[in-house]
């Protein structure tokens, strides 16, 4: 089952708006991670927020991690027609298996 | 440095063959995960390698194998397939186990028929 909880599953926007996408886990993380897919496609990596951050930016990208909430954010801001994709949370648990535990997404569409 | 990559990228089969896919990491990464996607179940872990030994395994029938060589690189295999096999298997690398981004391949498509 998945441990994280994305929303909304589906966003749509116009162009050049800023676009928030929601994370909510369930287990003590080492790390979350966001990533981008277009289209069945491979996951592109955005952005790697650790426990003791609590927000990280990389260009038009701003994340927010709360983990007495257990939740993250990720807000795309000016959005671009080629942001149009799905994206993807991922917490890297802190205690057993060292994998990557996914979220079912948010699908981002921006309209011109 | 080159990327993930997955060989091959799209797959046809029929019930009851198997499959092998095959995944070369980045260079210097040592550790390689698989990871199964389908529009029911999502993202679902299947398997991670660090030196050529299974580190972790995820909820998936023992028709799902894998395998590291010594120079990283990675193959999972699938037997008896199923038409619910069907799915992209996406690959990705990391240098170490824990607390490392994970590099994704662009995945390979598997079609059973």
């Known amino acids: 089952s998945q441990q994280g909880e994305e929303d909304p599953q589906a966003l749509s926007i116009q162009e050049g708006e800023n676009a928030t996408m929601n994370c909510s886990y369930k287990?003590?993380?080492?790390?979350l991670q966001w990533y981008r897919q277009n289209s069945g496609r491979g996951l592109v990596h955005l952005i790697l927020?650790?426990?003791?951050?609590r927000e990280k930016h990389s260009g038009r990208l701003r994340v927010t991690l709360d983990t007495s909430k257990k939740s993250s954010s990720l807000l795309i801001t000016a959005s671009r027609a080629a942001d149009t994709a799905s994206y993807f949370c991922a917490t890297d648990a802190s205690h057993g298996a060292q994998k990557l535990v996914f979220g079912q997404g948010t699908r981002l569409t921006i309209n011109p | 440095k080159a990327g993930v990559t997955q060989t091959p990228r799209y797959l046809i089969k029929t019930r009851g063959q198997q499959v092998t896919l095959s995944c070369s990491p980045i260079s210097g990464h040592r550790s390689v995960s698989w990871y199964q996607q389908t529009p029911g179940q999502g993202l679902q872990f299947l398997f991670e390698y660090f030196s050529e030994t299974q580190r972790n395994k995820g909820n998936f029938p023992g028709r799902f194998s894998g395998r590291q060589f010594s120079n990283s690189r990675s193959e999972m295999n699938v037997s008896t397939l199923e038409l619910g096999d069907s799915a992209l298997y996406l690959c990705?690398?990391?240098?170490?186990?824990?607390?490392?981004?994970?590099?994704f391949g662009p995945g390979t498509r598997l079609t059973v028929l």
């Open positions: 927020i650790r426990s003791n951050e």
């Open positions: 287990t003590s993380i080492n790390n």
């Open positions: 990705a690398s990391r240098p170490g186990l824990a607390g490392d981004t994970q590099y």
